[in-house]
């Protein structure tokens, strides 16, 4: 049975870090109040020379560098963004330029916060269904572009950044002891749409727009959704919580990551946060958590890793993989 192994991990983030501090006098805010409710004590935010398409860049370069591969070693590029750099091309086209590739194909997947999962799940089809023996997944944002900076319930909360992960052809035995992609759910509902959303695009406003979200709302709904997509992810697979070694949820909030790995009776020493470091990368958030994982030596191989998003629309989603 053909599986999708993790074979290498990689991130980018902005030279600037802006702490919390740093929002007093933009807005009304402190530090003590940013870090109570959301967990965030810093992002990093790029310079006018740093874009996604870079970010990603250097992001994909550190996973072919820690794989041990190269360009020509990769079939496909799927990047997860909302911020991509133009309208048309790709930005995932323009990161395989970059990298010097003229082979294969490269292509941008929208789902919020949740893209990486998504980016992740459709690599893995291409895989089994033998389209591409290897799949370079990108999750590259800059937030920081579409943020109303005196708009103090979200400039906030959001960062810039960029993970990558290499997805490969592996043989298993079609057992949850196999390494690879183990089970995924995914899901969406566009009645949500008004809770999070920016307020402009091509076909609207003819403008890139601003970010726009009703918190307490996003809150409301995030851990029963993540909880939905995990329980049917755990079921599909045969495990519970358990057997998990590691829990990588989307990094928006410590206190919705807190609920959810509680309500699922996942142990908190199995939960990756970096939220405090990051904040919300939206599709970057779970490739970042994961390299700061994977670099300090938690995730070894043969780990039953979990990871899971929620972003605007609402989409939401989990994947399964053994390291």
């Known amino acids: 049975m053909i599986r999708s192994v993790v074979r290498g991990t990689g991130a980018a983030l902005p030279r600037r870090i802006m702490k919390n501090a740093d929002f007093e006098g933009m807005v009304e805010t402190s530090d003590e109040w940013i870090a109570q409710r959301t967990g965030i004590r810093q992002r990093h935010i790029a310079a006018d020379d740093e874009t996604t398409a870079s970010l990603g860049e250097a992001a994909a370069r550190a996973a072919l560098a820690n794989a041990g591969l190269t360009p020509a070693d990769i079939d496909v590029i799927v990047l997860a963004t909302s911020t991509p750099n133009n309208t048309f091309p790709a930005t995932a086209v323009e990161i395989q330029n970059r990298l010097g590739m003229h082979h294969g194909f490269a292509f941008d997947m929208q789902a919020v916060c949740s893209g990486f999962v998504y980016a992740v799940t459709t690599a893995d089809l291409y895989i089994r269904g033998g389209l591409a023996r290897r799949v370079l997944v990108i999750g590259s944002e800059t937030f920081s572009r579409i943020l109303d900076w005196s ?7 959001f960062g810039d950044g960029a993970g990558a992960v290499i997805l490969e052809a592996g043989e298993g035995a079609g057992t949850i002891d196999d390494r690879g992609v183990l089970a995924a759910s995914l899901r969406s509902d566009g009645t949500h749409k008004e809770k999070l959303f920016v307020d402009g695009g091509p076909s609207t406003t003819g403008t890139v727009g601003h970010l726009r979200m009703e918190g307490r709302e996003v809150f409301k709904h995030a851990v029963g959704m993540i909880t939905d997509v995990i329980e049917a992810t755990f079921s599909q697979a045969g495990i519970s919580a358990d057997d998990l ?11 919705i990551i807190d609920a959810s790995a509680k309500k699922l009776g ?11 470091l990051h904040g919300n990368t939206s599709a970057a958030s779970v490739p970042l958590a994961l390299s700061v994982a994977v670099a300090d030596g938690r995730i070894k191989k043969g780990d039953l890793v979990l990871l899971e998003a929620m972003g605007g629309g609402f989409t939401w989603g989990a994947v399964l993989v053994r390291w």
């Open 151 to 157: 708009d103090r319930s979200t400039c906030v909360l």
């Open 245 to 255: 070694d590691w829990f990588v949820p989307h990094q928006a909030n410590k206190r």
């Open 266 to 276: 996942i142990a908190e020493q199995k939960v990756v946060v970096t939220v405090d």
